[in-house]
C-alpha cells in the first residue's frame, strides 16, 4: 500500500471522533485533494469518506458488542452526531440495528469478533473508555467529507 494512504489510513484511526475533511488529510500527506482521492480509490477501491465512514461504523460495532456505553456515548466516540443516520448506517453495514446488534451479543455471550484490517491491529477498547470519560456530555460533531 502506498505509503501516503497508509499515513491518511493511521490518521482517521487516531483521530475518529473529530471532524475530518478529504483536504486536510491530503494536505497532511502534502497531496493535492483529487490526486490523494484517486491514489486512495485505486488502493482501497472506495473513497476516503466512504472508507472514513466504514472504519467508524466498524469501530462502533466493537463497542456496541464489547462495551457498556450508551449508543450515544459511542456515536460520540466515533465521531457520529446524528442518531437517524447513525442507526441507518449501522444497519445497513451490519445487518442489524446497534441495539439489536447489542441484545443479540449479549444473548449469544459473543464478547470477540474478527475485525477486518486495518482495524485489528490498532483499535483498543480501552482508548474509546478513556475517549468516553473525557466526554463533556455533549455530541461530537462529524462533517461531510
Given amino acids: 500500500m502506498d505509503g ?3 499515513q491518511a489510513i493511521a490518521t ?3 483521530h475518529l471522533e473529530r471532524p ?9 500527506v ?38 457498556t456505553l450508551s ?4 456515536r460520540a466516540v466515533v465521531g457520529i452526531n446524528d442518531p437517524s443516520h447513525f442507526a441507518r448506517d449501522f444497519a445497513r453495514r451490519h445487518g442489524a440495528s446497534p441495539r439489536k446488534t447489542r441484545a443479540g451479543a449479549r444473548s449469544s455471550g459473543r464478547r ?5 484490517e486495518p482495524l485489528s491491529s490498532t483499535f483498543d477498547l480501552r482508548t ?18
Avoid at 488502493?43 to 466498524?58: F, I, M
Avoid at 449508543?71 to 459511542?74: Q, R, V, W
Fill in 71 to 74: 449508543i450515544k456515548e459511542i
Fill in 112 to 116: 470477540h469478533f474478527c475485525l477486518p
Fill in 20 to 28: 475530518l475533511r478529504v483536504a486536510q488529510l491530503a494536505r497532511r
Fill in 128 to 145: 474509546a473508555e478513556t475517549a468516553h470519560s473525557r466526554l463533556d456530555g455533549g455530541d461530537v460533531a462529524t462533517s461531510i467529507l
Fill in 30 to 67: 502534502n497531496l493535492s485533494v483529487s490526486r490523494f482521492a484517486h491514489l486512495f480509490h485505486t488502493e482501497l477501491g472506495r473513497s476516503p469518506a466512504h472508507y472514513l465512514r466504514e472504519l467508524r461504523l466498524d469501530r462502533a460495532r466493537v463497542l456496541v458488542e464489547e462495551s
Fill in 12 to 14: 482517521m484511526e487516531r
Fill in 4 to 6: 501516503r494512504v497508509a
